[in-house]
């Protein structure tokens, strides 16, 4: 097992638990130090000034990018765009490729169990084209049938959308094998690795996707940094997302060309302090080792399911096995809503999610209108699992019902 709680300075000398890292993971040490020296040491604007700050600034930003593109096995750094989040990601690819390629008749493919974040782009995007909005259901415990995946995709596909990981689910999906069904009808493949990439290590080529994306924030970085890969040749062929300064290459009164990629995705002043943070959670995760780090999470994460399961009026869903939960338990407690889940066992210091999870469409296909979810991450312990289950154990009886 893992010990890494001293690490990471906002839980030293805290009886808080922290469950909740499916939202956002807090961050190591290394990582604030990581932005503090950039800030103390050559604050400046990265890709402009000529003085020594500067060129600091762009090196060590740029130092940044080639570390996510070897953590997510691009084949260029030039692949790799620096964004805010997961989020502005996917809005990259749908108002650059999407509003530029689709029209009526395509159709874009997603999941019933995506984040809203990778819907309400696509939503728009075929809203905006004349193209059609399909969806892919999932069985009740969260699995894509091989014969539901091939029925989905047809001759009209051009896009599929699906995320690596579920954050309701925590289950591991078939990307690589929707990334063929795409490719076989000529459509592209967007991969949401938001929750997979603080677990499991990523690797673009063997998954075979045209677009992922991923935050910083959810693998121990810094919020307001994260990215999106693409294969180089449709970076290049797309327009660009935002337009103002440094994406440029030359601009008159009348139109202007912009700057090679990935530049001409990043418009403005750029979060280098963000990407060198996010370059030092990447380290960090690293060091730790993924394998590490996803047995410590199983480990963790069985100990609890096996509880929950034993423990009457609680229903955990998706898998009965703990390694297909990606440290993401979601249940539900009879009679008790889950805001109320979460604020008692905020009483004693426990922090889980409540709420609809940003993925509505799969709760009304679940048939719940919301859910209490737990997420466990590398700095948690046995003894972070075991308060938690003590008082899941007793919310029942707090709230008036009988056992």
Known sequence: MLDLRNDFPILRGTDVVYLDSAATAQRPACVIEAERVFNDTHNANPLRGLYAWSMEATDAYEHARQTVADFVGAKHAEEIVFTRNTTEGLNLIAYTWAMANLKPGDEVLVTVMEHHSNLLPWQLACERTGATLRFL?????????????????????????????????????????????????????VCDAAQSAPHIPLDVQKLGVDFLVFSGHKLCGPMGIGALWARLELLEAMPPFL??????????????????????????????????????????????????????????????LKAMQA???????????????????????DDV??????????????????????AQPLMKHLGVGSTARASIYLYNNTEDVDRFLDSLSSLR???GYGE
Not at 289 to 296: I, Q, R, S, T
Request: include cysteine.
């Open 137 to 189: 259901e999932c069985t009740r415990d969260g699995l894509f049938p091989e014969e539901a995946m091939r029925a989905a995709v047809t001759e009209r596909t051009r896009l599929v959308c699906m995320g690596h990981v579920s954050n309701v689910y925590g289950r591991v999906n078939p990307v690589e094998r929707m990334a063929e069904l795409a490719h076989s009808v000529g459509a592209l493949m």
């Open 243 to 304: 337009r103002g300064g440094e994406m440029i290459e030359y601009v008159t009164r009348e139109r202007a060309t912009w700057a090679e990629v990935p530049h001409k995705f990043e418009a403005g002043t750029v979060n280098a302090a963000g990407a060198v943070g996010l370059e030092a959670a990447i380290h960090y995760l690293q060091a730790a080792g993924l394998d590490a780090v996803e047995a410590h999470v199983n480990a963790l994460t069985d100990r609890a």
């Open 311 to 333: 423990m009457p009026h609680i229903h955990v869903i998706g898998s009965d096995r703990a390694e297909e939960h990606s440290g993401i338990l979601t249940f539900t407690v």
């Open 337 to 358: 809503h889950p805001h109320d889940i979460a604020a008692i066992l905020d009483s004693d210091k426990v922090c889980i999610r409540a709420g609809h999870h940003c």
């Open 397 to 399: 009886s707090r709230m």
